[in-house]
């Protein structure tokens, strides 16, 4: 399937915007950042049983290397996001990209967990960088239509890392060890820094950055712009439609192993199907954006998303077979494809004046929310998806209402004006 791509030509976003096109390379290289952090959080997870012994190390302090590289990513998103509108995306990019390779170097050769944790703490401040960044170099570059197909097409790089990591760590542990996988992580670390110094440029020019602290400066506080109700709500149906995504991910080796029956290939296979849905989904995304309005197809999205969480729950608790689940499964994780760059197009749009601020706040949420529902699927033992169904449908349903609230606001504010 071919995306055409290379036909892609948006214009800036506005008059104090630098005169450059969101090229092919500059969404392969904002791709290539959406998905260095969430490569290194699931890649090395079906390590974690060998690098207990290797490092002579309890499963909490491994464990401990996940947490404080999710900490990072947290942390670095509130920090580069705020400093990418102050300074300019370039500069703090540059930072971020460059400790982000310093860090994975420490982190192939730490000699015990402790310096692996501190390696990867760090590790997820600068990766950070990349995510919350080029979400605002599209904003910066694009809006409306525009941004939701740049979002829709960068999501075919970046979408699918959290899908396809942990399949390519199981198939790779074996070979390559925990330190193999975390070479991996390097090299994409590298690629992201030299890729920002070769493909990326300044899109938040100094005379912008200057224009947008007068405006701020005359209406207030910098940020109160984030409590936009179109931002705020846009940003809720993003966040919990990856909370959909994010539970199915923690919870499918269960289901597909332990309910369905299928081997470690069945289970890639069915897993990569899932993951191929997401990636064609996300190319149709693009193209309905041409026809329709950014608002309708995210609407027909998240409406797919919450009608495959409503039947998986029923086939969950009507006690249907197990390998029917597969089938909502699959329309559920492929649908997301109409909701992720959609949802995010219209939330950082809302506020072009604090893209960065807005995709620091974006980006945190996304990743505090994954953190709480991943442990939340596993409640009821490994022998029931009771808790998986209650998770994705809980978090679809807060995406629907946070759609609907933002939509009829929206929609009363047009027809006064």
């Known amino acids: 399937m071919t995306t055409n791509t290379a036909s892609l030509r948006v214009p800036a976003a506005d008059s104090s915007s630098p005169s450059r096109d969101i090229t092919t390379p500059l969404l392969l290289v904002l ?35 996940l947490t404080a590289f999710l900490v990072g990513v947290t942390a670095g998103q509130l920090v580069f996001g705020p400093l990418s509108d102050r300074f300019g995306r370039v500069p703090p990019l540059v930072f971020g990209a460059a400790l982000c390779v310093v860090a994975s170097v420490v982190a192939v050769f730490a000699p015990n ?96 950055r200057d224009a947008l602290r007068a405006e701020r400066a005359a209406s207030g506080s910098p940020l109160r712009a984030l409590r936009s109700r179109a931002f705020l709500g846009y940003t809720m149906v993003f966040a919990f439609g990856f909370a959909v995504m994010m539970a199915y991910i923690s919870a499918s080796p269960f289901v597909y192993q332990n309910m369905l029956g299928l081997d470690t290939v069945g289970y890639g296979l ?67 494809g109409l909701v992720f760059g959609n949802a995010t197009a219209l939330a950082l749009g809302a506020v072009p004046q604090v893209a960065g601020s ?19 699927v596993g409640v009821g033992g490994e022998g029931t998806a009771a808790p998986l169904a209650i998770v994705m449908l809980a978090a679809a349903v807060v995406a629907v209402v946070a759609l609907a609230i933002t939509r009829g606001r929206s929609t009363r504010v047009a027809r006064a004006h």
């Open 31 to 65: 791709g290539l950042l959406s998905a260095v952090a969430p490569f290194a959080t699931d890649l090395y997870l079906p390590a974690f049983p060998q690098m207990t012994t290797d490092l002579t190390a309890s499963a909490t302090a491994v464990q401990l290397t």
């Open 113 to 208: 967990v402790g310096v692996l944790i501190a390696a990867r703490l760090f590790q997820g401040l600068g990766g950070a960088a990349g995510m919350v960044i080029g979400r605002a170099v599209i904003s910066d570059l694009a809006t409306g239509k525009s941004a939701a197909r740049a979002f829709s097409l960068m999501m075919l790089v970046g979408g699918v890392a959290p899908v396809v990591a942990p399949l390519l760590g199981g198939l790779l542990t074996g070979p390559l060890g925990w330190r193999g996988l975390l070479m991996i992580v390097l090299g994409l670390s590298v690629a992201m820094f030299v890729s920002v110094l070769v493909v990326v440029r300044e899109t938040h020019l100094r005379t912008r």
């Open 270 to 336: 069915l897993f990569g199907l899932n993951a191929l849905a997401l990636m064609a989904v996300s190319v149709l995304s693009s193209k309905l954006t041409a026809t329709r309005s950014v608002e309708s197809v995210l609407t027909l999205g998240l409406g797919l998303v919450t009608a495959s969480t409503i039947a998986f729950a029923v086939l969950v608790f009507s006690g249907a077979p197990a390998l029917w689940l597969a089938v909502p499964l699959l329309t559920a994780i492929g649908s997301l």
């Open 358 to 376: 807005a995709s620091a706040v974006l980006g945190a949420l996304q990743f505090g929310l994954a953190a709480l529902v991943s442990p939340l």
